[in-house]
């Protein structure tokens, strides 16, 4: 009788330490992830940034900034920017997938209308032709009840530049991505890669 006491007890812990597992997995999921677009977050790129590995694999970090933002959640409200959020990043993500292959990037929210992404290798193209391609699926994208074309700037900077420093490198690629918005938006400038 004891041994089916016992029986009971290890299954009711087991059990137990596969809910609490799945809870820890859920709240580092979380922690992780963007609530509205399920991309990487700040927090994560945070990570990244302190990883060796990250700096040594990444050949460029953009940050991009949805044109007009304000605009749309000003004339549309905020469910619709929400909407605008959204349908941006899953199109950037799918088109960054198609021209450099699902493991080649990492899209991260940064916050508000900005994203961040580690670009790992270009796939024989030049980083212009690549922005120039992101730009152009993005003009194409048609959200219902939405007057405006989605355009973005972004600023670009190059890590072998500074050391292997992705934070040298982001603030390069963000001070960069300043120069675009004040430039007239829907451009993209890019850091001279310094070519040993």
């Given at each position: 009788?004891s041994?089916?006491?016992?029986?009971?007890?290890?299954?009711?812990?087991?059990?137990?330490l596969?809910?609490?597992?799945?809870?820890?997995?859920?709240?580092?999921?979380?922690?992780?992830?963007?609530?509205?677009?399920?991309?990487?977050?700040l927090?994560?790129?945070?990570?990244?940034?302190?990883?060796?590995?990250?700096?040594?694999?990444?050949?460029?970090?953009?940050?991009?900034?949805?044109?007009?933002?304000?605009?749309?959640?000003?004339?549309?409200g905020?469910?619709?920017?929400?909407?605008?959020?959204?349908?941006?990043?899953?199109?950037?993500?799918?088109?960054?997938?198609?021209?450099?292959?699902?493991?080649?990037?990492?899209?991260?929210?940064?916050?508000?209308?900005?994203?961040?992404?580690?670009?790992?290798?270009?796939?024989?193209?030049?980083?212009?032709?690549?922005?120039?391609?992101?730009?152009?699926?993005?003009?194409?994208?048609?959200?219902?009840?939405?007057?405006?074309?989605?355009?973005?700037?972004?600023?670009?900077?190059?890590?072998?530049?500074?050391?292997?420093?992705?934070?040298?490198?982001?603030d390069?690629?963000?001070?960069?991505l300043?120069?675009?918005?004040?430039?007239?938006?829907?451009?993209?400038?890019?850091?001279?890669?310094?070519?040993?």
């Amino acid at each position: 009788m004891s041994a089916i006491f016992f029986i009971i007890a290890v299954d009711r812990f087991n059990r137990s330490l596969i809910e609490r597992k799945e809870d820890v997995d859920d709240l580092t999921l979380q922690a992780n992830k963007d609530e509205l677009t399920q991309f990487y977050n700040l927090y994560h790129l945070n990570k990244d940034f302190s990883s060796r590995q990250l700096n040594r694999q990444t050949l460029a970090i953009a940050v991009i900034d949805l044109d007009y933002f304000k605009t749309v959640n000003d004339q549309h409200g905020h469910s619709m920017g929400n909407q605008v959020l959204v349908t941006f990043s899953q199109h950037l993500h799918q088109c960054l997938t198609r021209e450099l292959g699902e493991n080649n990037f990492e899209l991260y929210r940064y916050g508000g209308e900005e994203f961040v992404v580690t670009i790992k290798t270009l796939k024989e193209k030049s980083m212009e032709a690549l922005f120039d391609i992101l730009q152009t699926s993005i003009s194409n994208v048609d959200i219902a009840s939405l007057d405006q074309k989605l355009s973005f700037s972004a600023g670009i900077a190059y890590l072998a530049n500074h050391d292997f420093d992705p934070v040298k490198t982001f603030d390069i690629a963000d001070k960069l991505l300043y120069v675009a918005k004040t430039s007239g938006r829907e451009q993209t400038r890019i850091e001279v890669e310094n070519i040993l």
